[in-house]
């Protein structure tokens, strides 16, 4: 069969994967194949365990491969045959050199932009996924246009707004999608072939297009808006443990305000995961390049908070423990960044775990999905932890229980089981709010919600 359109996604992470599953499923007409530099990865998407766990996600995959979705090792034949190429390849925080700690790493992007200028026979459009910094476009297109002049590449950017356990719904059922190209006619072109490809499953009202550069921008500002608003919650739960107010009856009155809004109030342990600390730290290094410090301060300061509120719950569980956790055993309640992913980069478990193990005590780990990443997360661990998967055995004989994950299956276990088997006084820190306060101090738990009053025996 002879397909309209033939597509390529480099890169078979958490964002190639799932997105490129969606285009195969919703354009048949499509041929969609999605390659990577780790041939192992791509032997688990040809594999009946998929390398990543996104609800809904084995289905599509199942359904599309084979047909028009192939997950392939051959990256320059992939290359050869794209009419466009998706980018998706990993773009973390530098860890070395000029801006360490800050810019981003993007020597996979320039990896990538070569590979595709060193197999192309044909003209393609490219299209930047990963995030990254303003202006990135300009070096892709620098290198692809540093040689073959029978070939036109035009460099387009469509970030990728989907957040990871509901991606096949944000994929399906976008807020916006968004598309920027160069204003000259062939970005132009270019930018119109993008928009039918998602104009096959989404009105035509959802696909914005502006510039290249305010694509690229619009991504990082719209995780750092995200983060702040966590940030702002965070900053107010600190003053509801020392008022008696409760930052979930604040969170409601406030994001009642139409202006407002309702979403990403919840109080918490911090944020984690690939994009928010990453994002931040490449919007703060942009300013810094522009020798605009006080707004680098402004958002660095998202960041801080965030990081003082992991800082002051392990500070939180040693006051109210007798002030030592030495040789105590504490039972963690998910290692995930968020619930329905076992994606675990940037988590603030690791944070607090860590934290747990400075103090010395022994911590017992538990999570339905994020067990293994949490094993290569702690391989350089020094202390005293075990990962666990049934979370009644985890907890059993602990001092105390840390809620980290949001995980639906920690709100209705059976606590008082759990109670019976923990050493007492037993404590519980919920640093997501999620499991019935009143109901676990009425079992006998002292109990230390996030940004609401404790409830203590004592
Ligand atoms: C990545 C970026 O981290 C994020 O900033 C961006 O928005 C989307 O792409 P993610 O998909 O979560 O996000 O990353 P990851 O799961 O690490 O996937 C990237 C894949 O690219 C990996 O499988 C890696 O092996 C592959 N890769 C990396 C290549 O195929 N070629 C390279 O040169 C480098
Ligand atoms: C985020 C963006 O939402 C997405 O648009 C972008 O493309 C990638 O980055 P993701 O990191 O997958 O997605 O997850 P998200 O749902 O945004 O959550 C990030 C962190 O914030 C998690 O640790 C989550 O638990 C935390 N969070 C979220 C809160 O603590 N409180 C909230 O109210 C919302």
Redesign the pocket.
């Known amino acids: 069969m002879k397909f309209e359109k033939e597509i390529l996604c ?8 799932p997105t490129m599953a969606m285009i195969a499923s919703k354009c048949p007409q499509y041929r969609v194949t999605v ?4 041939p192992e ?1 791509i032997d688990q998407w040809n594999s009946a365990d998929l ?2 766990y996104e609800p809904g996600l084995d289905k599509i995959v199942k359904q599309a491969r084979g047909k028009n979705l192939f997950f392939s090792k051959d ?1 320059g034949a992939g290359i050869k045959a794209a009419d466009i190429v998706f980018v ?5 925080t530098k860890t070395f050199g000029a801006g360490a700690g800050m810019a ?1 790493d993007l ?3 320039e ?2 932009a070569r ?1 595709i200028l060193e197999y192309s026979e044909s003209s393609k459009i490219v299209v930047e ?4 910094p303003v202006r990135t476009a300009q070096a892709i297109k620098r290198i692809l246009v540093s040689d073959k002049s029978d070939v036109h590449f035009e460099v387009l950017s469509n ?2 707004f989907l957040a ?1 356990g509901t991606a096949m719904r944000d994929l399906e059922n976008p807020d916006r999608v968004l598309i920027g190209s160069q204003e000259t006619d062939s970005g132009l072109k270019a930018r119109n072939e993008l928009v039918e490809i998602y104009a096959n499953w989404l009105p035509k009202d959802k696909i914005i297009t502006s510039n290249i550069w305010s694509s690229e921008l619009s ?1 990082l500002v719209a995780n750092a808006f995200l983060a702040q608003r966590i940030s702002s919650i965070n900053a107010v739960s600190s003053l509801c443990e020392e008022t008696d107010a409760d930052v979930g009856e604040v969170a409601r009155a406030v994001g009642l305000d139409s202006r407002i809004g309702s979403k990403f109030l919840q109080a918490s342990i911090g944020f984690g995961g ?2 928010f600390q ?2 931040l730290l490449n919007l703060v290094y942009l300013y810094c390049h522009y020798g605009l410090n006080e707004e680098a301060d402004y958002w660095e300061g998202v960041l801080k908070i965030n990081e003082n509120q992991m800082d002051r719950f392990v500070k939180n569980m040693l006051r109210n423990m007798f002030n030592t956790l030495a040789g105590k055993r504490v039972c963690v309640f998910g290692f995930a960044f968020k619930a329905n992913t076992g ?1 675990t ?1 940037n988590t603030p478990s690791l944070t607090v775990v860590e934290k747990l193990l400075a103090e010395q005590a022994e911590v017992a780990i538990t999570d339905p999905k994020a067990l293994d990443n949490a094993a290569r997360d702690l391989k350089d661990a020094k202390g005293n932890y075990e990962l666990i998967s049934d979370p009644y055995e985890a907890a059993g004989g602990c001092h105390a229980i840390a809620i980290m994950t949001e995980w639906e299956l920690y709100r209705d276990l059976d606590y008082q089981k759990i109670f019976d088997s923990m050493q007492k006084p037993a404590f519980i820190f919920d640093g997501r709010n999620i499991v019935d306060h009143d109901k676990l101090f009425e079992i006998g738990f002292n109990v230390f919600p996030i940004g609401k009053p404790k409830k203590v025996h004592f």
Do not use: L
């Open positions: 480099i890169g078979a992470g958490y964002v190639g994967g390659v990577d530099i780790i990865k390398p990543i990256i998706s390849v990993n773009t973390p981003a020597q996979y992007v990896k990538t590979q996924k990963s995030t990254i970030p990728e990871e991504k690939s994009c990453k994002d994606d980069r």
